[in-house]
Nanobody, 127 residues
Framework: QVQLVESGGGLVQAGGSLRLSCAAS????????LGWFRQAPGKEREFVAA????????DYVDSVKGRFTISRDNAKNTVYLQMNSLKAEDTAVYYC????????????????????WGQGTQVTVSS
C-alpha cells in the first residue's frame, strides 16, 4: 500500500519558520515529480511548490517565492518544504503529492497531474 505521510506542521508566530516533511512508503518515488499544495478554510486547494525527479528544477507560487524552499532526499524517499518568514495568510492544511510519471525533467502545477496524496498537516501562523 502506497502512503505519503506529512509531518512538521504546527502553530508558529508570524515571522517564524517550520519545516514540513513527507515520507513515502510502499514504493519509491525517487524517479517521480513531487509537490506541495495547501488548502485554507473555505478555499480551494492550491499549488505551493514542485520539484522534478532529479531535484534540478523547482518552482513556487508567487506568494511564497523567496520564503519557501522545496527539496528532496531520494535515499530517504522524502520531500521537504522549508517555510521561513511565515505569514498569517500561510495558514492552511499542507499536502504533499507525487506523480506516476518517471524521469520527467519538468514540473507539475495542477492537482490532476498528481496521483498520490498525503493526509495533510495543519500549519497555523498567528499574527
Amino acid at each position: 500500500q502506497v502512503q505519503l505521510v506529512e509531518s512538521g506542521g504546527g502553530l508558529v508566530q508570524a515571522g517564524g519558520s517550520l519545516r514540513l516533511s513527507c515520507a513515502a512508503s510502499g514504493r519509491t518515488f525517487s524517479n517521480n515529480g513531487l509537490g506541495w499544495f495547501r488548502q485554507a478554510p473555505g478555499k480551494e486547494r492550491e499549488f505551493v511548490a514542485a520539484i522534478s525527479w532529479s531535484g534540478g528544477s523547482t518552482d513556487y507560487v508567487d506568494s511564497v517565492k523567496g520564503r519557501f524552499t522545496i527539496s528532496r532526499d531520494n535515499a530517504k524517499n522524502t520531500v521537504y518544504l522549508q517555510m521561513n518568514s511565515l505569514k498569517a495568510e500561510d495558514t492552511a492544511v499542507y499536502y504533499c503529492a507525487a506523480t506516476e510519471v518517471s524521469y520527467y525533467s519538468g514540473l507539475y502545477y495542477h492537482r490532476y497531474q498528481y496521483d498520490y496524496w498525503g493526509q495533510g498537516t495543519q500549519v497555523t501562523v498567528s499574527s
